[in-house]
């Protein structure tokens, strides 16, 4: 197995990076209908509503990254003695949560 795993740059396959921008897509869509509610006035509650799914859907989106990250990455880097990058992930965790 490659030394340095990701050198700070992780490549996905096609097919990863189109179920991400797939998500991603959803989300920009769920931002663009909050902006068109707060244009029509719509109620506090429904747009908090629509901001808590929001949030929900980044929090999943960003779980799913890391469990990438820890099955590729940070699995590689302490499989070849790297045990620095447990720094790494400690620190997004910490990031998380927040």
Known sequence: ???DCCK???ERSEKEKQLINNRLNRIEGQ???I???IGEDAYCNDVLVQL???ENSLK???NQ???NHLYTCIACDVENGK???IDEIISLFKRFNK
């Open 83 to 85: 045990v620095d990058t």
């Open 60 to 62: 999943s989106l960003s």
């Open 1 to 3: 197995m490659n030394n």
């Open 35 to 37: 902006k068109k509610m």
């Open 8 to 10: 700070k740059k992780t």
């Open 65 to 67: 990254i890391l469990e």
């Open 52 to 54: 808590s799914a929001i």
């Open 31 to 33: 931002i663009r209908g």
